[in-house]
């Protein structure tokens, strides 16, 4: 598996790929590259494609950059992804973006310490520290999200059950 300094080029190479796939024009020259035809000849379609490391004109492919890959998306699918990953350290400008990147952190915490578990506002900040730099932001917008209940004392912090 690789390390966490090791996944930006991997997830690099395949979210390129899963782009270049939903364009037509480029997912036919991703083709007739494999097929060893050669890049096309259009310099829209060439350019991008140049960017595939792993994919020669000729059709020769790099098989080690493609394990790679394949490893990289294996771990971030497995439950260790989030022991690879930096946590944010800034968090979306727009109110309806930052309010679910902190809906999701918050799930994400009640799913790893209990569904049913009440915390307190500390424990909840040193779970949404591992996440994110600004916890109280996210702690707030979880909040205003009705993702997060808080006691009237703000003392405790629970899921909120969906309607």
């Known amino acids: 598996m690789p390390s966490s300094s090791d996944l930006a080029q991997p997830l690099g190479r395949a979210r390129m ?9 480029l997912r036919e020259g991703v083709a007739r590259m494999l097929l060893g035809e ?11 494609l140049s960017q595939l490391d792993w ?19 294996s771990l971030m ?3 260790q992804a989030i022991l690879e990953v930096g946590r944010l350290d ?9 309010r679910e990147v902190s809906a999701r952190i918050a799930r994400i915490v009640f799913e790893r310490l209990g569904e049913d578990r009440a915390l307190t506002e500390s424990e909840l900040n040193a779970a949404i520290a591992m996440f994110a730099a600004d ?15 808080r006691s009237a004392d703000g003392a405790v ?7």
Do not use: I
Not at 39 to 46: D, F, G, M, Q, T
Not at 157 to 163: E, M, V
């Open 135 to 149: 916890v109280a932001l996210v702690r707030r917008d979880a909040v205003d999200a009705g993702v997060l209940t």
């Open 38 to 48: 050669g890049a096309p000849a259009e310099p829209s379609v060439r350019g991008p």
């Open 17 to 25: 790929l899963f782009a270049m796939l939903s364009a037509p024009a």
């Open 157 to 163: 912090y629970r899921l909120a059950r969906p309607a």
């Open 55 to 73: 994919l020669q004109d000729n059709g020769e492919v790099q098989l080690e950059s493609l394990r790679e890959t394949t490893a990289a998306l």
């Open 90 to 98: 800034g968090m979306p400008v727009k109110t309806e973006e930052s």
């Open 77 to 79: 699918r497995s439950d």
